[in-house]
């Protein structure tokens, strides 16, 4: 993969993913009841992540949400905004866009200074291909993003779904997968885990690393464990 805009913990990285999902995120504070959807997105959905380290939190927050009309004039939605667990200045944003190019656009609009910004952000772009099917979730402690390369989708999105039993008893549920725009064989997953202590147990169970490595990803998974803070639509 390219890049990848994350921190490691062990080798933490999402998935995007990031992804701010209005269909199966809503704030740690309420529960997790959603409406039944489709589980493959028919048209794909684009999607933008950006993380960044900030000097001072509610600072930043001020400042980005005085922002929301701007936002929207770039076709910017449902961004959510995650805090690293292992560092509370590591700030991961992600949001459904219109399209790419005016994905792009925006991300190149940040003034670090303005915006109390320690280091410049990064960018990525994403193509949704799957979202779990609504339901009533439970409470998630956390959530991941996970960053995977691989080598078929089709035949990894099989293996993945087959082991979906397996992520389930450890309160692991995964949310929404999404492909790099840039690369289509790196892929991002949201997932929200019941249980940090368990969810790391099963990711890092020599078990799981082999049915990965059967379903054709390329190496160690990449992971960053976050706080949801809140969509805004």
Not at 34 to 60: K, R, S
Not at 106 to 133: N, Q
Request: proline share 3%; charged share 25%.
């Amino acid at each position: 993969m390219t890049y990848k805009p994350t921190y490691f913990l062990l080798i933490p990285g999402i998935i995007f993913l990031t992804l701010g999902c209005e269909n199966s995120n809503k704030s740690e504070e309420t529960d997790l009841r959603e409406e039944e959807t489709e589980t493959t997105v028919n048209a794909p959905m684009t999607a933008m992540m950006i993380t960044q380290l900030v000097e001072d939190f509610d600072t930043w927050r001020k400042n980005y949400e005085a922002e929301d009309s701007i936002r929207i004039s770039y076709g910017i939605s449902f961004d959510a905004i995650h805090r690293n667990l292992l560092d509370s200045n590591h700030i991961i944003i992600t949001a459904f866009t219109k399209n790419h190019e005016s994905a792009r656009m925006y991300s190149e609009r940040f003034d670090i200074k303005k915006d109390g910004i320690l280091s410049k952000p990064i960018s990525s772009f994403w193509d949704i291909v799957w979202t779990r099917p609504g339901g009533d979730y439970p409470k998630f402690e956390a959530h991941y993003f996970i960053f995977h390369a691989v080598k078929d989708f089709d035949n990894w999105m099989d293996k993945f779904q087959a082991n979906d039993s397996i992520r389930l008893t450890s309160g692991l549920y995964a949310l929404v997968i999404a492909m790099d725009a840039d690369s289509v064989n790196d892929l991002g997953i949201y997932l929200g885990a019941t249980s940090v202590d368990k969810a790391n147990a099963l990711l890092a169970d020599s078990a799981m690393v082999t049915l990965q490595k059967k379903a054709g990803a390329f190496g160690l998974p990449n992971f960053t464990i976050v706080k949801l803070l809140k969509i805004d639509n």
